[in-house]
């Protein structure tokens, strides 16, 4: 499996709610970023936290989907444009927007995800 090809089983493992499947492509040690604001902000590190972290955000969805748009590359970094159709389990209204998330991804595992509002940034921080 190539590293691009992790990313995106990421997100659709995400988004049929299997998360105890994403445990197989994070390393141990993995750290996760998530921008103030957001209901899950804050960063967490190693896999037992990335699970909990991914595991409660998931449970908050009634419906919906983060679907990566466009995957750039540099290196062991990857920016994935993603847009988000979502609806909370307590609201009627959808959250629709566009997100970027950064990934390094090594030796098969992914080492870091880092989730940015202004996808310029997210750019920049890839060196792209």
Same mark, same amino acid.
């Given at each position: #499996?190539?590293?691009?090809?992790?990313?995106?089983?990421?997100?659709?493992?995400?988004?049929?709610?299997?998360?105890?499947?994403?445990?197989?492509?994070?390393?141990?040690?993995? =750290?996760?970023? =998530?921008? =103030?604001?957001?209901?899950?902000?804050?960063?967490?590190?190693?896999?037992?936290?990335? #699970?909990?972290?991914?595991?409660?955000?998931?449970?908050?969805?009634?419906?919906?989907?983060?679907?990566?748009?466009?995957?750039?590359?540099?290196?062991?970094?990857?920016?994935?444009?993603?847009?988000?159709?979502?609806?909370?389990?307590?609201?009627?209204?959808?959250?629709e927007g566009n997100i970027?998330?950064?990934?390094?991804?090594?030796?098969?595992?992914?080492?870091? #995800?880092?989730?940015?509002?202004?996808?310029?940034?997210?750019?920049?921080?890839?060196?792209?």
């Open positions: #499996m190539t590293n691009e090809s992790i990313v995106r089983e990421v997100y659709a493992l995400l988004n049929s709610d299997d998360i105890p499947a994403l445990r197989q492509y994070f390393d141990p040690e993995v =750290e996760r970023i =998530e921008p =103030e604001g957001f209901p899950m902000s804050g960063t967490y590190k190693g896999i037992e936290a990335m #699970m909990k972290h991914f595991s409660t955000a998931r449970a908050t969805w009634a419906e919906g989907t983060c679907k990566p748009e466009k995957i750039l590359n540099a290196g062991d970094k990857y920016v994935v444009f993603v847009k988000v159709h979502v609806r909370l389990k307590d609201r009627s209204d959808w959250i970027a998330d950064g990934f390094i991804v090594r030796n098969g595992k992914i080492i870091f #995800m880092r989730t940015f509002i202004d996808s310029q940034k997210a750019l920049e921080w890839a060196g792209i």
